[in-house]
Nanobody, 122 residues
Framework: VQLVESGGGSVQVGGSLRLTCAHS????????MGWFRQSPGKNRERVAT????????YMNPSVAGRFTVTRDLGKKALYLQMNSLKPGDSAMYYC?????????????????WGQGTQVTVS
């Protein structure tokens, strides 16, 4: 399974960005996909996860109401629309995938990861 992320960048406080993650090598319906983020010196934090049926399994309370996660099963893509960005949202954002066995809560239980895309809010 390969993951390719895009869409990060630098924005001002209150701005918006849209992240995209596309995966290859797995059947879309069997794939749990998620967004995680990590800032220097902090643990990797789960932002949102979505199962293979398009159901949102988890949305971090700190981003609920500002971020929206969507999925295109046909394109095997996961999106993260981030609005009203705050400096605390600055991090490296990673896409993660797990096959065939639900959506776990811990980063360590996702075996496949993208290279990350940097989001900086200032």
């Amino acid at each position: 399974v390969q993951l390719v992320e895009s869409g990060g960048g630098s924005v001002q406080v209150g701005g918006s960005l849209r992240l995209t993650c596309a995966h290859s090598g797995a059947t879309a319906g069997s794939v749990c996909m998620g967004w995680f983020r990590q800032s220097p010196g902090k643990n990797r934090e789960r932002v949102a996860t979505m199962d293979g049926y398009g159901t949102i399994v988890y949305m971090n309370p700190s981003v609920a109401g500002r971020f929206t996660v969507t999925r295109d099963l046909g394109k095997k893509a996961l999106y993260l629309q981030m609005n009203s960005l705050k400096p605390g949202d600055s991090a490296m954002y990673y896409c993660a995938v797990r096959l065939n066995s639900g959506c776990p809560t811990l980063a360590k239980d996702f075996p496949f990861w993208g290279q990350g895309t940097q989001v900086t809010v200032s």
